[in-house]
């Protein structure tokens, strides 16, 4: 219990009451000098500095060394190389500003479409992520780099008009590369690299994913029915060869397998755009709309979330444009409403 004489005096000047206040503040202060002292608070020390060019180096052989694939190393390898190029392999990481990377991006855009400029900041931010792990440097710029917006387009899936034109014209081995990815949605990294050990006798097909994960991929009757021709005039091979082959007998490439998509694209006289990604769309879609569920085709596309397969789901909802022809309200104000009987989408037009 405080005395009175303790009592702080309502009548005391302002000089008396800020002398006590100064005392107090200086009393906690050296409470924490004190605190500090016996804590071993460290001095703040400057962050680590290491070169672009060294920090690719590592990066690099690290993510080498834990296994990612040769195609992922390829792609980091690639845009960082452009970094490097841009910035000179002897300037150090921390003394690149943030202005100077977003320049940069934006020089970019230039040439590369925005999903591409997209995964350059990706890119950037797993290298100074890894950095700042390996406590190599703070790497704090390029962590925050903002990453540009991406235009979410829909990749438009072949018609089966399209589709016949361009297997009418497909020798043995395209169109069992045709209606395999047709059947399968794989990539094309994954149907290039397919080999003899990896075709099951239970009709489906090994393969190698991303993130060097392993799946297996059922196929259709007729697509095993055109590969099978194509094996016949093929000739079999041991387990560890490719199934398809270039002209000159070496396996086909991802390369490879763009350029017969391309020569058949011209062939067939298409003007829109006809790529591997987009019979992986194509397949999503028409697996949709035949009655496969999105949980197995996240399965068989091998995607580890439903997020990319709800896209393919807008692709393949037919039902609400046969609903949007019968409850119109333009047609029925103008009394040109359809019959339900009449109301059906055809290919991927809907009614002129």
Not at 261 to 270: E, F, S
Request: net charge positive; proline share 4%; glycine share 10%.
């Amino acid at each position: 219990m405080r005395r009175a004489s303790d009592t702080i005096d309502p009548w005391a000047s302002d000089t008396s009451e800020s002398k006590g206040r100064a005392s107090d503040s200086l009393g906690r202060r050296d409470g924490n000098l004190i605190r500090g002292a016996v804590r071993g608070r460290a001095e703040p020390t400057a962050p680590a500095r290491i070169e672009l060019g060294r920090a690719v180096e590592l990066f690099c052989e690290a993510k080498t060394a834990e296994g990612l694939s040769p195609r992922t190393i390829r792609w980091y390898r690639d845009i960082l190389d452009r970094a490097i190029s841009r910035f000179g392999a002897g300037t150090e990481l921390e003394e690149i500003e943030a202005s100077a990377w977003r320049t940069w991006l934006v020089e970019l855009r230039a040439t590369l479409a925005p999903v591409s400029v997209a995964g350059y900041v990706r890119c950037l931010h797993v290298l100074g992520n890894w950095l700042a792990t390996e406590e190599l440097t703070e790497a704090l710029v390029i962590r925050r780099l903002a990453k540009p917006r991406v235009p979410k387009k829909i990749i438009e899936p072949l018609s089966d008009d399209e589709l016949r034109r361009l297997l009418a014209l497909c020798g043995t081995r395209d169109q069992a590369i045709l209606l395999l990815l047709l059947d399968t949605g794989l990539r094309v990294s994954e149907a290039a690299g397919i080999r003899f050990r990896d075709l099951r006798q239970d009709g489906s097909i090994k393969v190698m994913g991303k993130g060097a994960k392993e799946r297996l991929v059922p196929v259709g009757l007729s697509s095993r029915r055109a590969i099978g021709r194509y094996l016949a005039a093929r000739g079999r091979g041991e387990p560890d060869e490719p199934v398809f082959l270039a002209e000159l007998g070496t396996g086909l490439t991802y390369h490879g397998i763009q350029q017969v998509l391309k020569r058949l694209k011209v062939r067939a006289g298409l003007e829109r755009r006809c790529s591997p990604h987009t019979f992986r769309h194509t397949f999503a879609r028409n697996y949709l709309v035949n009655g496969g569920d999105v949980f197995s085709l996240q399965q068989i596309l091998g995607h580890t979330t439903l997020d990319m397969v709800r896209r393919y789901v807008s692709l393949a909802d037919t039902d609400v444009a046969s609903r949007h022809d019968l409850a119109s309200p333009a047609d029925h104000l103008l009394g040109r409403a359809v019959p339900a009987t009449a109301a059906r989408v055809s290919g991927h037009g809907r009614r002129g």
